[in-house]
């Protein structure tokens, strides 16, 4: 009777939310989450991403953090991702320390990854597509602007096909909708906040942050840390094995081919995941994306079926992040 039960749930949740997609699908889509920079680029994982980094630092960009993403067993393949930030870009997409939140749609991440059919790719996130989710449709356009400079850039640096596809998942409207979804900032979720917003307040709180990370039991580790507080934030960036290698290999089922058999390497650059501290008036706040509406903003193209087949991901991968952070808080 159970089973019978969770079918039919099962059923009612797929009915809506093939309902909800058919209905969106009316409205072209515009955005890709990701974007290919270069295709069959010619070197190693390694000289490749050497290449990036130097394009990146004599661009005015910093790079603050990289790492080997973790993939599913049986993956041949190999991803390097990238952390790079720009002062004035970031002070742009907080709107001058006015809006931190903007800071969830930060840093830049590049992935330099190893594919069957087009040989080395450079991918990185689409700055529009982030720049009007999280700081607003009139930033779009300069975030193209950066993206476009910063394609060039890489492209020079590293050789290859230019390639301008889009791809992950592609929304006409800012938010990712049907369960789960909404809006932002409506998807933050608040894990402590504390009077008191001078640089000093978030700079205790990002130490603290810092210790939780450092002794946490979950398996996550820094990868970088963004120090802004004349604009109102600090941000960490976290990530984790078991976290990365799941995310692909179920982002991969529907894309899945006898030669490919995780494609879902092309969503490397949706990690780390983001920890911001930032000023909210006279408090100085700690939040996180809840989880599922993160989830669903990177990986929505893996289906619905891969959501409802993995219903409690989400919510493992937020508690483990909560307990970190509160640990942290508590010494």
């Given amino acids: 009777m159970k089973r019978i039960k969770l079918k039919l749930l099962l059923l009612l949740v797929s009915a809506f939310l093939s309902t909800f997609l058919i209905a969106g699908s009316a409205f072209a889509a515009s955005y890709g989450v990701f974007t290919k920079v270069a295709v069959n680029v010619p070197g190693s994982i390694s000289s490749v991403s050497q290449k990036v980094e130097s394009a990146l630092n004599s661009h005015n960009w910093t790079v603050i953090g990289k790492f080997n993403t973790s993939l599913p067993a049986g993956d041949s393949y190999n991803s390097t991702v990238i952390v790079a930030t720009n002062g004035v870009y970031d002070k742009y997409m907080a709107d001058n320390g006015n809006y931190p939140l903007g800071a969830f749609g930060l840093p830049l991440r590049v992935a330099v990854y190893t594919t069957p059919n087009q040989g080395v790719v450079v991918s ?64 933050v979720d608040q894990i402590s906040n504390y009077s008191g917003s001078a640089n000093s307040n978030l700079r205790g709180v990002a130490g603290l942050l810092l210790k939780g990370i450092e002794h946490n039991n979950g398996g996550w580790h820094l990868v970088y840390k963004i120090e802004k507080p004349s604009i109102g934030f600090i941000e960490l960036g976290v990530t ?71 219903m409690g991901m989400p919510g493992s991968i937020q508690g483990s992040m909560k307990q970190m952070i509160l640990y942290g808080l508590a010494y």
């Avoid at 939040?287 to 929505?300: D, H, Q």
Wanted: net charge neutral.
């Fill in 124 to 187: 990185m996130l689409n700055l529009p597509a982030l720049a009007r989710t999280f700081s607003g449709n009139s930033y779009v356009n300069y975030a193209a602007g950066v993206s476009n400079h910063l394609k060039n850039a890489i492209r020079d640096a590293v050789g290859g096909t230019p390639s301008n596809t889009q791809y992950g998942p592609m929304r006409s409207g800012r938010f990712p909708g049907g369960i789960g979804g909404g809006s932002f900032p409506g998807s």
């Fill in 240 to 310: 984790r094995s078991s976290t990365e290698r799941h995310s692909i290999e179920i982002d991969s089922g529907a894309r899945a081919t006898s030669t490919d058999k995780f494609p879902g390497i092309d969503h490397s650059p949706a990690y780390p995941i983001e920890i911001l501290i930032y000023r909210d008036g006279n408090y100085t706040d700690v939040s996180i994306l809840g989880e599922m509406w993160r989830m669903k903003y990177y990986f929505a193209d893996a289906g619905i079926m891969a959501f409802m087949t993995h």
